[in-house]
Nanobody, 115 residues
C-alpha cells in the first residue's frame, strides 16, 4: 500500500521555525523526485521546493529561497522541509509529492504562522 505520511506542522510565531517530514512507503522512494507544495486558504496550490531522486539537486520558489531547505534521507524513505524565518504569508496546508513512473501525494498538513 502506497503511503506518504506527513508530520511536523503546527502553529508558530513569525520568525520561528518548523520542520516538516514526509515518510514514504509502498514504492521505491529513492528513485522518485520529491516535492513540497502548499495551498493557502482561498488560493491555488503552489509548488514550493523539490529535490532530485539520486542527486540532491534542489530548487525553490523565490519567496522561500534562503529560508526553506528541502532535503531527503533515502535510507529512511523521508523528505524534509526545514522552514526558518517563517512569515504569516507562509500559512498554508503543505503537501508532499513523489513523482516518478507514477505520482503520489501525501495528505496535507497545516502550518500556521501567527502571533
Amino acid at each position: 500500500q502506497v503511503q506518504l505520511v506527513s508530520s511536523g506542522g503546527g502553529l508558530v510565531q513569525p520568525g520561528g521555525s518548523l520542520t516538516l517530514s514526509c515518510v514514504a512507503s509502498g514504492f521505491p522512494f529513492s528513485t522518485y523526485t520529491s516535492t513540497w507544495y502548499r495551498q493557502a486558504q482561498g488560493k491555488e496550490r503552489e509548488w514550493v521546493a523539490d529535490i532530485g531522486a539520486t542527486e540532491p539537486v534542489t530548487s525553490y520558489i523565490d519567496s522561500v529561497k534562503g529560508r526553506f531547505t528541502i532535503s531527503r534521507d533515502n535510507s529512511k524513505n523521508t523528505v524534509y522541509l526545514q522552514m526558518d524565518s517563517l512569515q504569516p504569508e507562509d500559512t498554508a496546508v503543505y503537501y508532499c509529492k513523489a513523482a516518478g513512473p507514477k505520482t503520489y501525494w501525501g495528505r496535507g498538513i497545516q502550518v500556521t504562522v501567527s502571533s
